[in-house]
């Protein structure tokens, strides 16, 4: 291993004052006495961020971007500046589980790629359980082992030298982990969903961020499947078609739910903000096509 290191948790980080320090010091418990590992934070942050990292994690390597970086850039520096074989990627708003590293220690043995779960972090919040379902639902834990188009790069992994391979992450603003899960693909590689590997996302709880933040999801959306052909594509073509992904989402997402067993979750609250989400996102999707 290159400099005895066997893991590099890569953390992108822009204004995560607020939760930085749960984040490191999860992968800190979780990682002590099973694997040799170092963290990095790719940092491009106005706010107190990297004062306090510097002031509470001496070990911890900061890479200053200086300006307002989007994820999949600030990963790439990171990945650049990584010294282990296999590279981790966790968000600066998740929190990884007691039993985290000794899942990926096991895991990175035998897959060279491959994504983990995602929990709830906000399920006292109508808005962070919307945000979640909406964006997650996918990728609970439920099920076993499986190939998937795709995997959130909020907990993710893959061998650097396949990285390196496949030229990172693109500069897209949103999707580039599917993008990223597409040139993974094309290297002949399959991405693989392992649900026990598990982290807790949380979520935005004021509306006007979760509706800003899922038009731009929606937006990027688009503009994937008109760069790419894949499911759903035909409808950036015919646009009279946009209002039935509507509902053709909000069957997909309660359908998760009530194949996890979370159907009580489904409060009036949270399926009123998951429409109002839905709506947002659909106006980013129609913009993203052109119209």
Same mark, same amino acid.
Not at 164 to 167: L, P, Q, R, S, T
Not at 261 to 270: D, E, M, P
């Given at each position: 291993?290159?400099n005895d290191?066997?893991?590099? *948790?890569?953390?992108?980080?822009?204004?995560?004052?607020r939760?930085i320090?749960?984040?490191i010091n999860s =992968?800190?418990s979780s990682?002590r006495?099973?694997?040799?590992?170092e963290?990095?934070?790719?940092?491009s942050?106005d706010?107190d961020?990297?004062?306090?990292?510097k002031?509470?994690?001496?070990?911890? =390597?900061? =890479?200053?971007?200086?300006?307002k970086t989007?994820?999949?850039?600030?990963?790439?520096?990171g990945?650049?500046?990584?010294?282990?074989?296999?590279?981790?990627?966790?968000?600066s708003?998740?929190?990884a589980?007691?039993?985290?590293?000794e899942r990926?220690?096991?895991?990175?043995?035998?897959?060279?790629?491959?994504?983990?779960?995602?929990?709830n972090?906000? +399920? &006292?919040?109508?808005?962070?359980?919307?945000?979640y379902?909406?964006?997650?639902?996918g990728?609970?834990?439920?099920g076993?082992e499986?190939?998937?188009?795709?995997?959130?790069?909020?907990? *993710?992994?893959?061998?650097k030298d396949?990285f390196?391979?496949? &030229?990172g992450f693109?500069?897209?603003?949103?999707?580039?982990?599917i +993008?990223?899960s597409?040139?993974?693909? &094309?290297?002949?590689?399959?991405?693989?969903?392992?649900p026990? =590997?598990?982290v807790?996302?949380?979520?935005?709880?004021e509306?006007?961020?979760?509706?800003?933040?899922?038009?731009?999801?929606?937006? &990027?959306?688009a503009?994937?499947?008109?760069k790419?052909?894949?499911?759903?594509?035909?409808?950036?073509?015919?646009?009279?078609?946009?209002p039935m992904? /509507?509902?053709v989402?909000?069957?997909a997402? /309660?359908?998760?739910?009530?194949?996890a067993?979370?159907?009580?979750?489904?409060?009036?609250?949270?399926k009123?903000a998951?429409?109002?989400?839905?709506?947002?996102?659909l106006?980013g999707?129609k913009?993203g096509?052109?119209?």
């Open positions: 291993m290159a290191i066997d893991i590099s *948790f890569i953390i992108p980080s822009y204004n995560s004052s939760t320090s749960e984040c =992968i800190q990682a006495g099973s694997i040799d590992f963290i990095i934070v790719a940092d942050s706010d961020t990297k004062k306090i990292i002031a509470d994690f001496d070990d911890v =390597i900061i =890479i200053d971007l200086g300006s989007p994820p999949g850039a600030a990963r790439n520096a990945a650049n500046a990584a010294r282990g074989d296999t590279l981790v990627f966790i968000d708003d998740c929190v589980a007691n039993d985290y590293c990926l220690k096991e895991s990175v043995q035998t897959h060279n790629v491959a994504g983990g779960s995602v929990l972090g906000t +399920e &006292g919040s109508d808005i962070g359980t919307a945000e379902y909406l964006e997650f639902s990728f609970m834990p439920v076993g499986r190939i998937v188009q795709f995997c959130p790069t909020c907990n *993710f992994f893959i061998k396949l390196n391979k496949i &030229g693109s500069d897209a603003r949103t999707a580039e982990d +993008e990223l597409f040139a993974i693909r &094309g290297a002949g590689e399959s991405v693989i969903f392992l026990a =590997i598990r807790s996302h949380k979520n935005r709880t509306m006007k961020r979760y509706l800003y933040n899922q038009r731009l999801l929606g937006k &990027g959306s503009l994937l499947r008109r790419y052909d894949m499911k759903g594509s035909f409808v950036t073509r015919y646009r009279f078609l946009i992904l /509507y509902y989402r909000l069957r997402v /309660y359908k998760r739910v009530k194949a067993q979370q159907v009580k979750a489904l409060t009036s609250g949270v009123t998951i429409k109002a989400g839905l709506k947002s996102w106006d999707f913009e096509t052109g119209g």
